[in-house]
């Protein structure tokens, strides 16, 4: 089994910074890719960014510029720096990793979620 423990969520002002940190744990030979993904309610889980093993990083077109984000393979944590934050990015940001277990099988895993909430 695997988990993913994300923190670092929390109430800012428009215009401030959080930043998110996910540790995945457990049966874990490798991590290919891993990503943020948020979920406002009654709306559909939407990708925020994601970064390959080698580091190649890919984001969503209203946060470029002003996310970032990068992992710690040592540690199997993948971190979220959100900057400029606005209040529409308010959600439930979720930690996906695409994990290669001990017994070579491929499965994703989700995080439970943490909220950030940006206040106007």
């Known amino acids: 089994q695997v988990q993913l423990v994300e923190s670092g969520g929390g109430l800012v002002q428009t215009g401030g910074s959080l930043r998110l940190s996910c540790a995945a744990s457990?049966?874990?030979?490798?991590?290919?890719?891993m990503g943020w993904y948020r979920q406002a309610p009654g709306k559909q889980r939407e990708l925020v960014a994601t970064?390959?093993?080698?580091?190649?990083?890919n984001y969503v077109d209203s946060v470029k510029g002003r996310f970032t984000i990068s992992r710690d393979n040592a540690k199997n944590t993948v971190y979220l720096q959100m900057n400029s934050l606005k209040p529409e990015d308010t959600d439930v940001y979720y930690c996906?990793?695409?994990?290669?277990?001990?017994?070579?099988?491929?499965?994703?895993?989700w995080g439970k979620g943490t909220l950030v909430t940006v206040s106007s």
């Open positions: 996906n990793a695409n994990v290669v277990g001990l017994g070579y099988y491929v499965r994703d895993y």
């Open positions: 457990g049966s874990i030979f490798s991590i290919n890719a």
């Open positions: 970064i390959t093993s080698g580091g190649s990083t």
